[in-house]
């Protein structure tokens, strides 16, 4: 129901845009979370919209760096990620949850991941 999208190999101060389209029933009332995971660590918190799109939130290791927005005639939301660096490499992963939270159990729905290789 939340499909990926967007990943790909990029060089350090890169930019890549991840987009999270949305099938089958409609998330505009969810909040949606982008999350991350590298080989070997646990899935970790980046970025969150709220359903109306006016609040955002963000992990520090992004702040400033990435940008998340939504589209909810298009039932999609992106992350916008700039000054890419090593250490963002890993798979993206959108989800939908009922509240602005930064932890995965709280989230209802998941994608299946996008794979973002930052390498030079």
């Known amino acids: 129901q939340l499909q990926a999208s967007g990943g790909g190999l990029v060089q350090p101060g890169g930019s890549l845009r991840l987009s999270c389209a949305a099938s089958?029933?409609?998330?505009?009332?969810?909040?949606m979370g982008w999350f991350r995971q590298a080989p070997g660590k646990e899935r970790e918190f980046v970025a969150v919209?709220?359903?109306?799109?006016?609040?955002?939130s963000y992990a520090a290791s992004v702040k400033g760096r990435f940008a998340i927005s939504r589209d909810n005639a298009r039932n999609t939301v992106y992350l916008q990620m700039n000054s890419l660096k090593l250490e963002d490499t890993a798979v993206y992963y959108c989800?939908?949850?009922?509240?602005?939270?930064?932890?995965?159990?709280?989230?209802?729905?998941w994608g299946q991941g996008t794979q973002v290789t930052v390498s030079s």
């Open positions: 989800s939908a949850g009922r509240f602005l939270e930064r932890i995965p159990s709280q989230y209802d729905y």
């Open positions: 089958g029933r409609t998330f505009t009332r969810y909040a």
């Open positions: 919209i709220s359903w109306s799109g006016d609040i955002a």
